[in-house]
T-cell receptor
Framework: DTEVTQTPKHLVMGMTNKKSLKCEQH?????MYWYKQKAKKPPELMFV???????INESVPSRFSPECPNSSLLNLHLHALQPEDSALYLC????????????FGSGTQLSVL | GDSVTQMEGPVTLSEEAFLTINCTYT??????LFWYVQYPGEGLQLLLK?????DKGSNKGFEATYRKETTSFHLEKGSVQVSDSAVYFC???????????FGRGTSLIVHP
C-alpha cells in the first residue's frame, strides 16, 4: 500500500462551521505534512509532524488546528475560516522528516462561503 | 530566503517533441533539488531528484542535472507523450532539509 488517503475529497463550509479534514497512510511513515494549494499556485507548507509530534508550524492562523492521533492518521481541524482559506489541502507523508521522498494524497478541495 | 523560479507556462507541444522546463534556485548552502508532477485531480508525485552538484536525476524518460555554477535544475525529455500533460513543480530542500519549497509550477499540454 503506497497510498495517502484524504477525506473528504470536497468540502463546503460556512464561516461559522467546524469541520475536520482527515489523512491516513499505512506505509509506516513517521513524518506527515499539511500543505495548502491555491489555484495555479504552488503548495505552501503549513505543518509537519514527526513521530506524532508537531515539529514545524509555518505561522499558520489558529483557526487551523492540526492533530496527529497516531502514526497513521493526521487531522486538520477547521473553525471560523474565511473565504480566502478556500483552497486544495494536501496531506503528505515520508519515512522520516529527513527523508527525501514525499508521498502526497489527492487532496481535499475546500470552499468557504 | 531560499526560492525557486520556474518558467511561466503553459508549455504547449506536439507529441514526440523535445521538452525543456527551466528552473533556477537561490539558496544558502547546497539544497537538494526535486521535480514533482501533478496530474489533473491528483496530488503531487516525486518525479526525480538530485542531492548534490553534477548529479543527474532521471525517471520515465525525464532528466535534470544539478548545475551549481548556474544554480539551475532544468527538466528535459526527448519525446513527450499526451500522457505527460500535467503541472510540473521544481522544488528545493534548503540547507540539507528534504522538505520541498516549490516553484510556481509549469503547465505542460501535449497535443496528439
Amino acid at each position: 500500500d503506497t497510498e495517502v488517503t484524504q477525506t473528504p475529497k470536497h468540502l463546503v463550509m460556512g464561516m461559522t462551521n467546524k469541520k475536520s479534514l482527515k489523512c491516513e497512510q499505512h506505509m509506516g511513515h513517521r513524518a506527515m505534512y499539511w500543505y495548502k494549494q491555491k489555484a495555479k499556485k504552488p503548495p505552501e507548507l503549513m505543518f509537519v509532524y514527526s513521530y506524532e509530534k508537531l515539529s514545524i508550524n509555518e505561522s499558520v492562523p489558529s483557526r487551523f488546528s492540526p492533530e496527529c492521533p497516531n502514526s497513521s492518521l493526521l487531522n486538520l481541524h477547521l473553525h471560523a475560516l474565511q473565504p480566502e482559506d478556500s483552497a486544495l489541502y494536501l496531506c503528505a507523508s515520508s519515512q522520516r522528516q529527513d527523508f527525501e521522498k514525499l508521498f502526497f494524497g489527492s487532496g481535499t478541495q475546500l470552499s468557504v462561503l | 530566503g531560499d526560492s525557486v523560479t520556474q518558467m511561466e507556462g503553459p508549455v504547449t507541444l506536439s507529441e514526440e517533441a523535445f521538452l525543456t522546463i527551466n528552473c533556477t534556485y537561490t539558496a544558502t548552502g547546497y539544497p537538494s533539488l526535486f521535480w514533482y508532477v501533478q496530474y489533473p485531480g491528483e496530488g503531487l508525485q516525486l518525479l526525480l531528484k538530485a542531492t548534490k552538484a553534477d548529479d543527474k536525476g532521471s525517471n520515465k524518460g525525464f532528466e535534470a542535472t544539478y548545475r551549481k555554477e548556474t544554480t539551475s535544475f532544468h527538466l528535459e525529455k526527448g519525446s513527450v507523450q499526451v500522457s505527460d500533460s500535467a503541472v510540473y513543480f521544481c522544488a528545493s530542500g534548503a540547507g540539507g532539509s528534504y522538505i520541498p519549497t516549490f516553484g510556481r509550477g509549469t503547465s505542460l499540454i501535449v497535443h496528439p
